[in-house]
């Protein structure tokens, strides 16, 4: 015997089905503010990039701010992925590092379409001295690539390959340092092979701690 179900029918779901997909209309998004950055894509840029209505846009996302804010912290995320995957063991330290760089570089200067930098410091920091929201986010991407190099850097160290009187701290920082170097100047529209070249002679400072 099949006992009758008590649980109460599901309502219908009435209208058309959704006709987009949320985490390619984050993408689209991303692209839009990372071109003409926060202030400057209106809502109807961002309903053409992703190809949703206003309506749909709220309800998937929220307002504006709130798009930016997911799309900062979808690009953080990705970072640190990206990051964690180029620092991974196997590699010496001036390897890692340039791994670090190339990946960087590979993004900033797409074989397709302008170059473009990073879109956190391209964006983010216009925004971060009137939005408290947008700058903590910002902070602490910036935090995480500092650590993540730290850590790197801190296990070069272990392994003798920086010498015992290196600040690995210090070290990170100007790691991350030069990231930004890269962002801006490939934003900037520097060539790959300088911005490249920069990257190299950094990472010959840092690995001689």
């Known amino acids: ?11 219908r779901r009435r209208g058309r089905p959704r006709a987009y997909d949320p985490d390619r209309a984050l993408v689209a998004a991303i692209r ?9 894509t209106s809502l109807d840029d961002l309903s053409a990039a992703t190809g949703m209505n206003r309506p749909s846009l709220y309800a998937a996302f929220g307002d504006k701010h709130a798009l930016y804010l997911k ?10 992925a ?30 397709k379409g302008d170059a473009r930098g990073c879109f956190a410091i391209g964006t983010a920091t216009t925004e971060a ?4 929201k947008i700058q903590a ?7 995480d690539l500092d650590q993540a190099f730290e850590a790197r850097l801190r296990l ?32 900037g529209g520097a060539p790959r092979r300088e911005l490249e070249t920069l990257a190299e002679k950094a990472v010959a400072l840092i690995c001689r701690g």
Do not use: C, N
Not at 71 to 80: F, I, K, P, T
């Open 82 to 111: 990206a990051m964690k995957e180029a620092l991974a063991g196997g590699h010496s330290l001036a390897e890692a590092l340039m791994r670090v760089y190339r990946a960087a570089l590979d993004l900033y200067l797409p074989d």
């Open 129 to 132: 001295m009137a939005d408290k």
């Open 1 to 11: 015997m099949v006992q009758k179900s008590t649980r109460p029918a599901e309502p």
């Open 137 to 143: 986010m910002f902070m602490a991407g910036l935090r």
């Open 71 to 80: 799309a900062l912290d979808h690009y953080w995320m990705l970072g640190r």
């Open 32 to 40: 839009a503010f990372w071109k003409t950055g926060y202030s400057g």
């Open 156 to 187: 070069a160290q272990e392994q003798g390959e920086l010498g015992r009187d290196a600040d690995p701290a210090v070290l990170a920082l100007m790691a991350s340092a030069t990231l930004h170097t890269l962002a801006i100047r490939s934003r």
